[in-house]
């Protein structure tokens, strides 16, 4: 099982990046994909997370608005892509699988992490 996140880097506050998670080793279609957030000394927070269907999606508050979740099942991908930057986004991304119906805003409901991609925003 395999999840590797892209597409982070530096962006200037107000910019835009989109992040990918591609994912491997497991079937795709039977999983919500999430993605997390850890800024320095914080704990790990939710960010978004996307149905197996892609017809359910949740936000955290502090991104709705600004972020858009999305998956391409015939690539295995999901998508965030992130607006309007804040230096409070800066922080290591996440993406995370899970089998579960629901609870997708809590770290323990979910079976795979990738590494990590970095987002720095500066102000």
């Known amino acids: 099982v395999q999840l590797v996140e892209s597409g982070g880097g530096l962006v200037q506050a107000g910019g835009s990046l989109t992040l990918s998670c591609a994912a491997s080793?497991?079937?795709?279609?039977?999983?919500?994909i999430g993605w997390f957030r850890q800024a320095p000394g914080k704990e790990r927070a939710f960010v978004a997370a996307?149905?197996?269907?892609?017809?359910?999606?949740l936000y955290a508050d502090s991104v709705k608005g600004r972020f858009t979740i999305s998956r391409d099942s015939a690539k295995n991908t999901v998508s965030l892509q992130m607006n309007s930057l804040k230096p409070e986004d800066t922080a290591v991304y996440y993406c995370?699988?899970?089998?579960?119906?629901?609870?997708?805003?809590?770290?323990?409901?979910?079976?795979?992490w990738g590494q990590g991609t970095q987002v720095t925003v500066s102000s």
């Open positions: 080793g497991f079937t795709f279609n039977d999983y919500a």
């Open positions: 996307i149905s197996w269907t892609g017809d359910s999606i």
């Open positions: 995370a699988a899970t089998a579960r119906g629901g609870g997708w805003v809590r770290i323990a409901a979910y079976d795979y």
